[in-house]
């Protein structure tokens, strides 16, 4: 069964403005890992904060970790239309389990 | 090669025929992995390879569904005897080992079942 959950399901900004995602997990990880997708095809690797890694920034993303609570949160800074796309956290254990995902639309 | 390609990149077939789809990964990547989206949804997993052998096969729907790599490069993914609720996109991605690592996703491949 799939271990994260993102919410919002889907998210509207305006161009400029700060997108904010949040997962949950159910077990305990090694890693865990955010990634985007266009159009319904391949996914793209964003970022990997490790569990004893509690915020980790890479560009206009940063991402948090809290372990106590099981959680993470991607966000994107200064959001352009280009960003629009959905936005899956990824939980390795002894397969690879991926959330439901966010969408995120920037309205420019 | 640059990144892991898959073929073909969109699929039409009739209910009841066999289809198979081909996935080649990043050279010198030995793990392989095998998902299943449908519109709107998030990712499915099917089955990863370690090498040419998959430690995990539960996520495979039926037995309709079988998937093998040779050579710890290609895999393919078949699907026998399809159903329109096999309709899809089919996501292949491989990492360089374990599941740990960071994976690398091919384009996909789009399954029509009419």
């Known amino acids: 069964s799939q271990q994260g959950e993102e919410d919002p399901q889907a998210l509207s900004i305006q161009e400029g403005e700060n997108a904010t995602m949040n997962c949950s997990y159910k077990t305990s990880i090694n890693n865990l890992q955010w990634y985007r997708q266009n159009s319904g095809r391949g996914l793209v690797h964003l970022i990997l904060i490790r569990s004893n890694e509690r915020e980790k920034h890479s560009g206009r993303l940063r991402v948090t970790l809290d372990t106590s609570k099981k959680s993470s949160s991607l966000l994107i800074t200064a959001s352009r239309a280009a960003d629009t796309a959905s936005y899956f956290c990824a939980t390795p254990g002894n397969q690879f389990y991926f959330g439901t995902g966010t969408s995120l639309t920037v309205i420019p | 090669g640059a990144g892991v390609s898959q073929s073909p990149s969109n699929k039409v077939t009739e209910k009841g025929k066999d289809v198979e789809l081909r996935c080649d990964p990043i050279s010198g990547h030995t793990a392989l992995y095998w998902y299943r989206q449908s519109l709107g949804q998030g990712l499915e997993f099917l089955i990863y390879?370690?090498?040419?052998?998959?430690?995990?096969k539960s996520g495979l729907p039926s037995d309709r569904f079988s998937a093998e790599r040779t050579g710890g490069s290609v895999s393919t993914l078949t699907i026998q005897r399809t159903q329109q609720e096999d309709s899809a996109v089919y996501l292949c991605?491989?990492?360089?080992?374990?599941?740990?690592?960071?994976?690398?996703f091919g384009p996909g491949t789009r399954l029509l079942v009419l």
């Open positions: 991605a491989s990492s360089l080992e374990a599941v740990q690592e960071t994976q690398y």
């Open positions: 390879f370690q090498g040419n052998s998959a430690p995990d």
